[in-house]
């Protein structure tokens, strides 16, 4: 069974502060999600990696997929109150017939 | 209008009693699919489609069935409610391409 351990769980920091979230697994993948959720809503897609070592930006957000394709990275950078929200990664491999494994989540603070 | 819609969006309910979930989209996707999420879980998947005559479980069926009625509807149903099976259920649908989800807003369900 393939599996995505997201770390921290929990993250409380004050606006400005810089932050990393990661998302790792012992299999490879051949995409990996990254989404964003506000209460009371639905998860939004961010962004996808699909290739080994890609580094994507959205303004002040970094995403990376590890060279080996089993981890990923979240970074924000100056974090504001509005980046607060639920953080899940997704990865997909050809092996789960269209379906996405979840991660746990990494639910983040950013305090005024 | 929003692209994926679910109804209804909260829902209090008594043990053993049957209730339906409902999933509409207008995005042309083929592929949808039903989640649960539980704090510190993140989504676990309970059926999926591919389209109108594929039907799968998900890691999490018992106690589920669904419905693919046409290709912009998938119903959800719980025929015997039990409390463990409250949660925030979510909708999504996705292209074929990274396999990409899109998500409704949610149902809250709780079971008493």
């Known amino acids: 069974t393939q599996l995505l351990e997201q770390s921290p769980q929990f993250l409380s920091i004050q606006e400005g502060e810089n932050l990393t979230v990661y998302c790792n697994s012992s299999s490879v993948f051949s995409s990996l999600q990254w989404y964003r959720q506000e209460p009371g809503e639905g998860p939004v897609l961010l962004v996808t990696?699909?290739?080994?070592?890609e580094v994507k930006k959205l303004k002040r957000l970094t995403f990376q997929f590890g060279d080996a394709r089993k981890d990923s990275s979240l970074h924000i950078t100056a974090a504001q109150p509005g980046d607060t929200g639920l953080y899940l990664c997704?990865?997909?491999?050809?092996?789960?017939?269209?379906?996405?494994?979840f991660g746990q989540g990494t639910e983040l603070s950013v305090k005024p | 209008d929003a692209d994926v819609t679910q109804t209804p969006r909260n829902r209090i309910t008594k043990t053993g009693k049957r209730i339906m979930l409902e999933c509409s989209q207008t995005?042309?996707?083929?592929?949808m699919y039903w989640y649960r999420q539980d704090p510190g879980l993140g989504l676990r998947l309970i059926y999926y489609s591919f389209d109108v005559k594929d039907i799968n479980k998900g890691e999490i069926s018992d106690g589920y069935s669904v419905s693919r009625q046409a290709q912009a509807k998938f119903s959800l149903s719980l025929e015997s409610a039990i409390p463990n099976q409250t949660a925030l259920y979510f909708c999504a649908t996705s292209n074929s391409r990274y396999n990409e989800q899109f998500f409704g807003p949610g149902t809250r369900l709780t079971v008493l």
């Open positions: 990696v699909v290739t080994g070592g």
């Open positions: 995005k042309g996707h083929d592929r």
């Open positions: 997704a990865g997909a491999s050809r092996n789960q017939g269209g379906k996405l494994i």
